[in-house]
């Protein structure tokens, strides 16, 4: 399989349903994201991050069960493959080895402070 | 790591109440939009979240946050319907097989149809053909006759100054402006960029070498002419060419003609009486979309231009500067009147500017953009005889109706022709295809005929290219057909007629249910007829009311030619330009009268019907205490002139042979004494005309203004078109010589026409041409001509799509009864009985359309009347024999189905039951 590029939403989407304890649907993903980040997204947008997370292979789906909130409407829920955890620890690898590469004492120089990764 | 909180609100409560449901139209646009395999989970979140927000929030801002939320759902990734998706493949093995895969077998099987049904499809594609073909002539036509004069640079800024007013209650309306208007123009306009003039003098014998020829296209215009109007020039200055006396430039076919391949610049030719012109350039001919077509092109100051309001004209155009409203021109050209005119009303009519006002008379200025003289312009002394924007709007019309026609036709014998492909619409079904799929099979079926279609009017036009330009009077060639602007629209055209006519077969096909259809069952969709009736009474509207349009222009050509137009205008010979002769005239006239089969001869510079010279006069009839000054036409005739054209004398006598007290006799037409107050023009007790004064104003000088008597009366005679009523005449004693009129009694007119050629040879060099009086008389009414044959070809047209449409009804409806015709026969019915049952049917129909028809055309074709002063009424009889016609034309049509219906044994018909 061709090497497949991870956008940033996509990555984030990726990383929230990773670090959910269970299988997780558009609602609960938006409002993770909404919180860790302090930006604000769409449905219509991480829905389309989940499927497109789906069709590369990195996350699975399931219908769930329909709530009185949501009209009776089922969920589609999504968990993360093993290639999608396969990604993720490449992605982090590529980032570490990236981190480490920044010469010591630099940020600094520019006045911030660093927490190490 | 974290599940959702449970919501707060109590779950059963919010649901019922409005206030706390998303908007609703917002969850429609969304269940729209939406590929159904997203919509349930993506309109769940959406829910879930909205009932969050109320609580956070509250139910407003919820409200507009969802409505935002929905549109950004409006994305591809949401709107794609599932056969695109590939990932939705796995969800379904068996999906349809894409269009493009099927696409060839629907060809194969349309092309097997109609080649099963060779004469069906003939009928169909012909149908079609000729109403695409009519419909792109017209379109032809129409966009050449837009085109007029858009192509100057800066066509915009471009308007010609016309002279209107009223005097002695005739009012004037004049192409062109007085000959010093224009420099007036320029020097109190600062919006008038530049102004040009253009004179015509007629035509003229132009002379190289030895050869003489007459040219009538000669105008004589302003140096800044070919600045003005993007008239290419080929060879000479654009600018100089024209600023000396003398000096000429010539279209290119013209400097062709004369001087062949050689440079023309610089060499001579002389104009008739005006002498020798130096050629000083050659421009491109003319285009055939500008409002004058002129082939030489002489200096305006080698002609003698008035510098008088009153006594000069030229046409006057104006280029506007950029940004500057035509309103300010107009407002200052009121002045002109009161700076210019007003002396010279006192120096010729001895009145001043506010007696001359309070009369009634009065003088203007207006201003028309050069882009409307073609299409709007209907002035005295046009340049050329324009044409109107009522025909193009006629012709639109026509065009649309016939395209209707063949469309509706195209439908009709589309879904007859299909009504035995339920069987096919059966089996694909139940192999599984989808209505979609079969829409699209049906469509692509017709849309393929289209096609086929306009390759055949393509071919159509070409062949009937020659016939239309006769009719039409244009010159269009090939080129203009297949120019891209042409197909670029017929091409999209043809594909909308296509999917829009295969239509109504296409989703009443695919709509029936196999297992009716393949049990053998009736069509439910085919046999419901009232869109078909109607469809087909639409198409009769149409023709009758052409048909009735030209059964009236044709009778109205036939009265006005018909009419007695007060002369005799058959057995009349008219040589042209005698004035060539100078003094030998006298002696060839009288030559000419020995001749045994000529009964007179005349000077007839004035004809009533084609080429005849022009003069109006101020008539100042003393009536009591008062003065009236009447503008009336002349006529300046000989003592033959009333024998030879066959006008009768009413009162009085005809002028005699060099009396010297002619010069001071005129004669009137009925229509003068009674403008004139000169009483009863038969005489009787009112008292006579004969012996009554008048005089004439002239231009004004103590010397043009004469006094003359009445001696004779003659009867009225159509010396104009039958548009206007006959007006006043005054025919003062005087020779024109520049016609010569015969009477001839011959049965061999060839030799005649030799004869008097021999002695013209003998006397000049200069070309013989003559014409006849009737043929004269028959070219006035042209354009009426060309209307009425024009709309002949469109009723032949339209009633010929019509009665195919027609036969494709009666094709499906005659196959649909067919167990019903055999069960009646088996009853006894007869032959002739059923026939009858079958057309009673149509014509019906036909009655409803005439019924419809008769009013609109009626009352459509007495406006058209109303542009003659003479004119027929619309009889009954017209409308009778228009539904005659088409009923005869559906009867012919639809009786060889209906007895061949009948003729049917009615063992086969009734076999498969």
């Not at chain 2, 609703?24 to 993506?42: G, I, K, M, N, S």
């Not at chain 2, 007029?148 to 066509?155: P, T, V």
């Not at chain 2, 100078?582 to 007179?600: M, P, Q, T, Y």
Request: net charge positive; proline share 4%; hydrophobic share 45%.
């Amino acid at each position: 399989m061709k090497k497949t590029v991870l956008g940033e939403l996509e990555e984030l989407v990726l990383l929230v349903v990773a670090a959910s304890s269970e299988d997780v649907y558009g609602v609960p993903v938006m409002e993770q994201l909404q919180q860790q980040t302090g930006r604000s997204f769409t449905i219509g947008a991480v829905h389309t991050t989940l499927y497109r997370l789906e069709e590369k292979g990195f996350l699975s789906s399931s219908v769930g069960g329909a709530t009185a909130e949501r009209g009776g409407r089922s969920k589609r829920l999504f968990a993360l493959t093993a290639a999608g955890g396969q990604a993720l620890l490449e992605m982090q690898q590529v980032r570490t080895r990236l981190w480490q590469s920044i010469p010591q004492g630099k940020l600094q120089l520019l006045g911030l402070s660093v927490n190490p990764m | 790591m974290k599940k959702p909180s449970k919501l707060p609100s109590d779950p059963d409560g919010p649901v019922e109440d409005g206030a706390f449901q998303p908007p609703r139209w917002a969850d429609r646009l969304l269940e729209w939009f939406v590929a159904p395999h997203l919509l349930e989970y993506v309109q769940g979140d959406l829910h879930e979240n909205f009932r969050k927000r109320v609580a956070q929030v509250g139910p407003a801002r919820a409200r507009r946050e969802y409505v935002r939320q929905v549109m950004h759902c409006f994305t591809p990734f949401f709107t794609r319907r599932p056969a695109a998706q590939p990932f939705h493949r796995f969800d379904n093995e068996y999906a349809n097989p894409p269009f493009f895969a099927m696409l060839s077998n629907y060809l194969t099987i349309a092309f097997r149809n109609l080649w099963r049904h060779k004469a069906f499809t003939a009928i169909n594609i012909i149908g079609l053909a000729v109403g695409l073909a009519t419909c792109l002539l017209i379109v032809l036509f129409v966009v050449h006759e837009l085109s007029y004069d858009r192509y100057h640079a800066d066509s915009d800024r471009i308007y010609r100054m016309t002279l209107y007013g009223r005097m002695d209650d005739k009012d004037i309306d004049l192409a062109y402006a007085p000959g010093p208007a224009g420099q007036a123009l320029l020097r109190d306009c600062p919006g008038v960029e530049a102004v040009t003039r253009l004179r015509r003098e007629g035509a003229f014998l132009v002379k190289h070498h030895q050869d003489i020829i007459k040219e009538e296209n000669v105008a004589f215009v302003d140096s800044n002419f070919f600045s003005v109007f993007s008239i290419p020039m080929l060879k000479g200055h654009r600018v100089r060419a024209l600023t000396e006396p003398n000096t000429l430039v010539l279209s290119q076919t013209v400097a062709r003609k004369y001087f062949g391949e050689t440079d023309p610049v610089g060499k001579t030719l002389s104009l008739g009486q005006l002498g020798l012109f130096r050629v000083t350039g050659v421009c491109a001919d003319v285009p055939s979309n500008t409002h004058f077509h002129y082939d030489m092109f002489g200096s305006l100051n080698s002609v003698r231009n008035g510098s008088k309001w009153l006594a000069s004209g030229a046409y006057t155009y104006l280029r506007l500067r950029k940004g500057y409203p035509i309103q300010q021109v107009e407002d200052q050209s009121r002045g002109f009147v009161a700076r210019y005119i007003a002396p010279e009303i006192k120096e010729f009519f001895g009145q001043s500017l506010s007696e001359f006002r309070q009369k009634g008379n009065r003088f203007g200025f207006s201003f028309q953009p050069v882009t409307a003289i073609h299409l709007y312009s209907d002035l005295d002394d046009e340049l050329e005889a324009n044409s109107d924007v009522k025909y193009v709007y006629i012709f639109s019309v026509i065009a649309l109706f016939i395209l209707l026609l063949a469309c509706i036709n195209f439908m009709n014998l589309s879904t007859a022709g299909s009504a035995g492909r339920s069987r096919e619409v059966g089996i694909r079904k139940v192999l599984g295809s989808v209505r979609r799929q079969l829409v699209v099979q049906f469509l692509a079926e017709s849309v393929l005929l289209t096609l086929l279609a306009l390759g055949l009017a393509l071919g159509l036009v070409l062949l009937l290219l020659p016939g239309f330009n006769g009719l039409a009077g244009k010159q269009f060639t090939a080129a203009d057909i297949f120019s891209i602007r042409i197909l670029t629209g017929a091409i999209p055209a043809c594909l909308l007629i296509g999917l829009l006519a295969g239509s109504y077969p296409a989703f009443v096909l695919s709509s029936f249910k196999p297992v009716t259809v393949l049990k053998g069952g009736l069509q439910a969709g085919l046999r419901s007829g009232w869109l078909r009736n109607t469809l087909v009474t639409g198409q009769f509207v149409v023709s009758i009311g052409i048909l009735i349009a030209t059964i009236v222009a044709d009778q109205q050509l036939r009265f006005m030619q018909n009419k007695k137009v007060g002369f005799d205008k058959e057995q009349v010979l008219v040589l042209h330009d005698t004035h060539v002769l100078g003094s030998k005239f006298d002696g060839f006239k009288s030559e000419l009268a020995r001749l045994s089969s000529v009964v007179g001869v005349s000077a007839a510079g004035f004809l009533p019907a084609g080429a005849s010279s022009q003069s109006v006069d101020g008539i100042q009839v003393r009536n009591g205490a008062r003065t009236v000054i009447h503008r009336s036409k002349g006529y300046f005739i000989d003592e033959d002139y009333l024998p030879t054209l066959g006008i009768r004398l009413v009162l009085g006598r005809n002028f005699k042979k060099a009396s010297p007290s002619e010069s001071a006799s005129v004669l009137l037409n009925e229509a003068a004494v009674r403008a004139y107050g000169f009483g009863n023009p038969a005489g009787g007790p009112a008292g006579s005309p004969i012996g009554r004064q008048l005089s004439t104003v002239g231009d004004g000088t103590e010397g043009s203004k004469r006094t003359y008597t009445v001696v004779g009366v003659v009867k009225d005679f159509h010396f104009e078109s039958m548009h206007q009523h006959i007006a006043p005449l005054v025919m003062f004693y005087g020779e024109d010589h520049g016609q010569l009129a015969l009477r001839i009694r011959t049965d061999d007119l060839p030799r005649l026409l030799n004869d008097i050629e021999q002695r013209w040879k003998a006397e000049t060099g200069n070309p013989f041409a003559y014409s006849f009086l009737n043929d004269r008389f028959n070219t006035m009414y042209q354009s009426e001509r060309r209307i009425g044959q024009l709309f002949g070809v469109f009723a032949g047209l339209a009633v010929l799509i019509s009665c195919l449409g027609l036969f494709g009804l009666a094709a499906l409806t005659t196959h649909q009864r067919t167990k019903e015709i055999g069960v009646r026969k088996v009853l006894g019915a007869s032959v002739a009985g059923i026939v009858t049952l079958l057309l009673t049917q149509y014509l019906k129909l036909i009655l409803i359309a005439l019924a419809i028809a008769s009013p609109i055309a009626g009352y459509t074709m007495s406006r058209w009347l109303g542009d003659f002063a003479y004119r027929i009424d619309i009889g009954w009889w017209i409308f009778a024999l228009a539904g005659g016609l088409a009923a005869s034309v559906a009867v012919l049509t639809v009786g060889y189905l209906a007895i061949k219906a009948a003729l049917t044994n009615p063992v086969k018909s009734l076999r498969a039951e």
